[in-house]
């Protein structure tokens, strides 16, 4: 698969998410999608599909999994920006898997292990850390109003509830943004690497979050 770049030579950044995967799906592609590109930066955000897609990855093995992505990220010289994974509707969940899919804990109990075991991986590996998650808590704008920032039906007539908004890829990239300036983190050679919610419509043209941080970090 060929990913889109702003330059071929020295790109600024690169889309690197696909619709529907896992940890274990970004090992399997993290050689010719990630590390080929040389990044100096590698922003990884992934946990939403491990936890609720028919393809489960229970927590320890998630947790092995992403220990092992970050350790072949940081072995090409990439720093790594580890970001926790965003909030969901519940009831929209419900609709495409048993409540029993989610045991005891739940869908935001199981979010906030899998948040918790991002979090633990970034202190073990010394890599930055952005706590998407709990910024898309604060704000507030998670339900079922029209003004979520995650997809629902006055939004979108879909019963989504897991990807976000145009609004709400925004708010990724101005976090994301936000983060890198602060810290002093690569401003180029940058890959975003994770899945549909990475990916959005594509690209770096449109309204995914890779787009966004695209557009601010490029000069005014």
């Given at each position: 698969m060929k990913l889109p770049a702003m330059a071929a030579d020295n790109y600024t950044v690169i889309n690197a998410g696909v619709g529907g995967n896992?940890?274990?799906d970004l090992l399997k592609r993290i050689d010719r999608d990630c590390l080929a590109h040389k990044p100096a930066l590698t922003v990884l955000m992934i946990g939403t599909n491990d936890m609720n897609s028919r393809k489960y990855i229970p927590l320890p093995q998630y947790r092995e999994n992403l220990s092992t992505l970050i350790k072949k990220i940081k072995g090409v010289n990439s720093q790594v920006l580890l970001m926790t994974i965003c909030p969901f509707i519940d009831e929209y969940l419900f609709t495409r898997h048993d409540k029993a899919h989610y045991?005891?804990?739940g869908p935001a109990g199981r979010r906030a292990e899998?948040?918790?075991t991002i979090k633990a991986l970034a202190e073990e590996h010394k890599t930055s850390f952005?706590?998407?998650?709990a910024l898309f808590d604060k704000a507030g704008k998670v339900g079922l109003d029209k003004n979520s920032l995650i997809q629902n039906e006055a939004n979108t007539n879909k019963t989504?509830?897991?990807?976000p908004t145009p609004d709400g890829y925004r708010f990724i990239?101005?976090?994301v943004?936000?983060?890198?300036?602060y810290n002093h983190?690569?401003?180029?050679r940058i890959v975003c690497f994770g899945d549909s919610i990475t990916a959005a419509d594509g690209g770096v043209q449109k309204e995914s979050y890779p787009a966004w941080l695209l557009r601010l970090l490029q000069p005014a």
């Open positions: 896992t940890t274990a045991g005891t804990e899998v948040n918790r952005l706590d998407l998650g989504d509830g897991v990807h990239g101005l976090a943004y936000q983060h890198i300036v983190l690569p401003q180029s």
